[in-house]
């Protein structure tokens, strides 16, 4: 009885635990491309948000200058989502609002507003590299990130701050982009992205982020209150910070679109 | 309230205290949100050139102030904005003036939008010359780029969609353009006497403008259409006598329909603007002093006026009349071109911009524009540094007379509420015969802007 008991329990075993060594054996990029689908999936159904963002730009020497913006956010199924970004600091481009109705695929669609002339400018979206607001953040860091815009590799599992985490590389679908590739360390609990490696065409160690002082909102958002963006080639930082988180504000496609860029003050 | 009177100090006073009284009368915490913004220029400009009259100077200063209060309540679906501004001008050139760039208050009900009182509104796609932008007066006391506009009174609904918004004008009040003094650089000669200006509709100031645009994008594509019809915002000037001591302006009336459009590919922005215009100066009959008889040599000088001419008095054996040779034009014109970016130039963070743009006037040598028959072309370096260093270096060549402009700009941002900015522009090889050119040929310019941010 005992023997037999023992023998069904490995077979049990080999039964149900052999097709998933085997799955994850045949697949990393399956199962990395699982984890950035839940962590995708976790997070949706926030609708709207909106926040305050400080920057801080320190160079190789220490000195400092400071950013500030304020971003809007607004929820699109099916595609990329739409942002809404105002600056407010340095003073010379306040006013100055920057809308993007990102993709999933292709090319994002941005117009800047420049409030001096009243104009609203379509831009080209392709200078995806180009530093946001001279930080160590490209704009494609701070873009909507969609699940289509990368090719995804499950690394392995790894304690990073003392939580257990999913080590992803993703690559970039684009061949514009900067990056060759990204290592993120995902946590297993909530599936927030705690740090990223950016490496740049030469496959060589651009930058490094890290996320922290995270917060969740409406008992399911994730959100981090402060990322640190470190280049590693210049020695220069940036510090972006996020306060007055908000959710479900009951925006909709009406505030985002050229009339509404055009009176914001 | 915006009239061309209110350049009065006291009236500027008066405006100064309208504002501060809006201000008292609604308290801080009846606004959900409110912020008041400031700007200070100081302008140094250098001529290097001997001025071509004596009354013009090599060196002059000023300064300007701008200041925004904006407030809003009904969750920000109601709002007003207070813009007023003021340039003090050193020299007596008759650049002083005080304008509100903005009143008004805007209401947003849903899709629609109401905008009561003077606002700044821009039409267009192209960098260099906004053809198709029309609703605001150009300040020509103000940069050479005619970027800087007149606060506009108007009525303006704005229906907006998914793919577009489209917006009715009613403006009911003209504002004229102003320009310098004898003491003033880049001016005719003699100088244009603002203040005898005249109107083909007996309405003058008072005539009710309207327009109408749809704006919208389709995939990678962002176009306009509009029709205005109204006062022409640039004038044409005809003399006071013969030989002349001023030039007067006389606005016509002005049908006009335009297109605007641009393709965004990759890098490229591909750029249209065209309008077809109707205009109809047909009320322009005056007698001037000087003019008493209809021979080819008055006939000839009144034609180098911009197309006047002169015809026998009337039945009662009157002095002969001025006026346009051809007083309804119908013309078209048109400019376009492309901008290209090439990102992280030198291997730095550095973006480079090429802008080239073309401009055609079917008057030809006639038209009323330096920009008949033009090319320009430019170069734009941003840094995308700590301090947004910034170049931008072109030329406007006209393929016709072959006169070149030149124009460079430089502009930093020093510390978080500082920025510098250098200007400088060439007029050369100038043909007499481009008459427009001909004016400016000896106001070669370096310009220093200091401005601060409160």
Same mark, same amino acid.
């Given at each position: ?8 329990? /490995? ?9 998933? /060594? ?188 890290? /996320? ?54 | ?29 009846? =606004? ?14 250098? %001529? ?11 060196? %002059? &200063? ?7 209060? %904006? ?7 109601? &709002? ?88 009715? =004008? ?80 006389? %606005? ?48 000839? $000088?009144?034609?180098?006026?911009? !197309? ?22 119908? =013309? ?8 290209? &970016? ?40 941003? !840094?995308?540094? $700590? ?66 941010? =409160?």
């Amino acid at each position: 009885m005992h023997k037999h008991s023992s023998l069904s329990f /490995l077979f049990v075993t080999a039964v149900l635990f052999l097709p998933l /060594l085997a799955t994850a054996a045949q697949s990393a990029a399956e199962k990395g491309l699982a984890i950035a689908i839940e962590a995708d999936k976790r997070d949706e159904g926030w609708t709207d948000s909106s926040a305050t963002m400080t920057m801080i730009l320190r160079d190789a020497y220490g000195k400092t200058s400071t950013r500030e913006m304020r971003s809007k956010s607004l929820e699109v199924a099916d595609d990329g989502d739409k942002g809404l970004i105002i600056f407010d600091e340095p003073k010379d481009v306040r006013g100055t609002a920057l809308l993007t109705f990102s993709h999933t695929t292709g090319d994002d669609d941005q117009w800047l507003y420049l409030p001096a002339l009243k104009r609203v400018k379509r831009i080209s979206s392709r200078n995806k590299t180009g530093p946001f607001m001279s930080s160590e953040f490209a704009y494609e860091d701070l873009g909507s990130q969609e699940v289509e815009k990368y090719t995804y590799t499950y690394i392995r599992d790894e304690l990073y701050e003392a939580q257990p985490c999913f080590v992803i590389d993703r690559v970039p679908v684009d061949e514009k982009s900067g990056y060759s590739r990204q290592r993120a360390w995902i946590d297993q609990a909530e599936y927030r992205v705690l740090k990223v490696e950016y490496y740049d065409r030469k496959q060589t160690l651009l930058k490094t982020l890290t /996320l922290h002082d995270y917060k969740q909102y409406a008992n399911k958002h994730w959100r981090a209150g402060r990322l640190e963006m470190k280049n590693h080639q210049t020695d220069k930082h940036t510090t972006l910070s996020f306060a007055e988180y908000r959710f479900k504000q009951g925006m909709d496609d009406s505030d985002f679109n050229q009339s509404a860029l055009k009176r914001l003050k | 309230m915006i009239s061309r009177g209110f350049t009065s100090g006291g009236q500027w006073l008066a405006g100064c205290l309208l504002c501060a009284g809006l201000n008292l009368s609604l308290p801080a915490h009846s =606004f959900e949100s409110s912020s008041f913004e400031t700007e200070i220029n100081l302008e140094l400009q250098v %001529y290097t050139q001997d001025a071509a009259h004596s009354a013009q100077k090599d060196f %002059y &200063s000023g300064l300007t102030l701008q200041t925004q209060w %904006y407030g809003e309540w009904d969750d920000g679906n109601q &709002s007003l904005t207070v813009t007023p501004y003021g340039r003090f001008d050193a020299d007596g050139s008759g650049r002083s003036h005080a304008d509100f760039r903005e009143l008004n208050w805007l209401g947003v009900f849903g899709s629609w939008e109401v905008l009561i009182g003077a606002s700044r509104v821009f039409w267009g796609k192209t960098e260099l010359l906004h053809l198709v932008d029309i609703i605001n007066q150009t300040d020509g006391l103000e940069n050479l780029d005619g970027e800087d506009k007149l606060g506009q009174p108007m009525l303006k609904t704005t229906w907006t969609t998914g793919t577009g918004n489209l917006q009715l =004008f009613v403006l009911p009040w003209f504002r004229e353009r102003l320009h310098v003094n004898e003491k003033g650089r880049f001016r005719s000669e003699p100088v244009v006497r603002d203040s005898r200006a005249m109107y083909q509709s007996g309405a003058e100031e008072r005539h009710v403008d309207a327009a109408i645009r749809w704006e919208g994008w389709w995939d990678a594509v962002d176009y306009g259409v509009a029709y205005f019809e109204g006062t022409q915002r640039n004038p044409k000037f005809f003399p006071d006598a013969l030989p002349p001591t001023g030039l007067i302006p006389f %606005y016509g009336q002005l049908k006009q329909f335009s297109i605007d459009a641009q393709y965004t590919a990759e890098g490229w922005l591909w750029k249209l603007e065209a309008v077809y215009r109707k205009e109809d100066n047909s009320a322009l009959a005056v007698t001037l002093p000087g003019v008493t008889a209809v021979t080819p040599a008055t006939a000839a $000088i009144l034609q180098g006026f911009g !197309g006047l001419g002169v015809s026998p008095g009337s039945s009662f054996g009157g002095a002969p009349v001025v006026s346009f040779v051809e007083d309804q034009p119908e =013309f078209a014109a048109a400019t376009g071109g492309f901008e290209y &970016s090439f990102y992280g130039v030198f291997g730095t963070g550095m973006d480079l911009g090429v802008v080239g743009e073309y401009m055609w006037d079917g008057r030809g040598k006639d038209a009323e524009t330096l920009f008949q028959d033009d090319f320009f072309i430019a170069l734009r370096l941003a !840094g995308n540094d $700590i301090n947004d260093n910034a170049l931008l270096a072109g030329v406007v060549v006209d393929l016709e007379y072959k006169s070149r402009f030149f124009s460079a700009e430089y502009s930093r941002r020093i510390g978080n509420s500082m920025k510098l900015s250098l200007e400088a522009r060439v007029l050369d090889h100038v043909a007499t015969e481009d008459r427009f050119a001909a004016v400016i040929e000896r106001d070669d310019l370096i310009q220093f802007t200091l401005t601060r941010f =409160f």
